[in-house]
């Protein structure tokens, strides 16, 4: 079933949703009365030339940035303006581009500050629920983050954004600094969350292998949305580097 939102077609099944967003930084519009949606039980990949609004949609959509017109909703209700500690509280959590752990603190210590708002029992029952899902980690608890390898370092900031059993996981550029085979590693943990009902907004730059576990692109083009296809489609779209993605796209 869809349902029409302000011309566009939306599924009953989007639990975000971006209606005519305009925002940016400063004097500087990113995006432009950008209208998309996320789904539930879904992959959601944004794909597009740098300065496309990729980044900028994951950061107005978790409060970093408050949209100057327009409507952001989650599950129906207008988010605009909620702090990310409040969002937090509503089910979102956000992995951010690059490393976001405190170095000189244990793997143990890093779980807990993300988990600061929860009772302590429940914290503690996390904890061991983000040990089973990343075994390495509990090898390592007491290891100091930055002694971790680049694999390691992401599955603890995946790890930790999971303590708060997110309905909607953000994630910029989850690749960056890591072997292939700890980003299929990644990228199949993303699927698994997606599989079990989570909603999964994500910004990487391996387009071609984060298609592979997706289940819709969004191409974004000058703040707006320029595309909605299939992940599997667009994937074998011999215009693709092209199109969205300057002729750069990784194999």
């Known amino acids: 079933m869809e349902t029409e939102l302000n011309g566009s077609k939306t599924s009953a099944r989007s639990l975000i949703e971006f209606d005519q967003v305009v925002a940016g930084y400063t004097h500087l519009t990113i995006l432009n009365e950008l209208t998309l949606d996320v789904r539930k039980g879904e992959i959601t990949l944004l794909i597009g030339p740098n300065g496309a609004g990729k980044s900028t949609?994951?950061?107005?959509?978790?409060?970093?940035?408050?949209?100057?017109?327009?409507?952001?909703?989650?599950?129906?209700?207008?988010?605009?303006?909620?702090?990310?500690?409040?969002?937090?509280?509503?089910?979102?959590?956000f992995v951010p581009q690059g490393r976001n752990l405190f170095g000189s603190l244990s793997v143990l210590h890093n779980l807990e500050l993300g988990g600061l708002q929860l009772p302590r029992k429940v914290l503690k029952d996390r904890i061991e629920e983000v040990m089973?899902?990343?075994?390495?980690?509990?090898?390592?608890?007491?290891?100091?983050?930055a002694s971790l390898s680049g694999g390691e370092q992401k599955q603890l900031e995946i790890g930790r954004a999971l303590l708060v059993r997110p309905e909607v996981l953000?994630?910029?550029?989850?690749?960056?600094?890591?072997?292939?085979?700890i980003v299929q590693d990644v990228m199949q943990l993303l699927r698994r969350l997606a599989d079990s009902g989570k909603s999964v907004l994500m910004v990487e730059q391996n387009v071609r292998t984060a298609l592979k576990y997706s289940d819709r692109a969004l191409a974004l083009e000058m703040g707006t949305l320029a595309l909605d296809k299939p992940a599997a489609e667009l994937l074998n779209d011999p215009n693709l580097n092209r199109l969205f993605l300057g002729g750069h796209a990784k194999k």
């Open 170 to 181: 953000l994630i910029d550029e989850p690749s960056i600094g890591l072997a292939p085979i």
């Open 57 to 93: 949609v994951l950061k107005t959509l978790f409060g970093m940035l408050t949209p100057r017109s327009g409507e952001v909703r989650m599950a129906g209700k207008v988010i605009n303006g909620r702090t990310p500690r409040q969002l937090l509280g509503e089910g979102m959590a």
């Open 132 to 145: 089973v899902q990343f075994p390495r980690l509990r090898e390592r608890i007491n290891s100091r983050a």
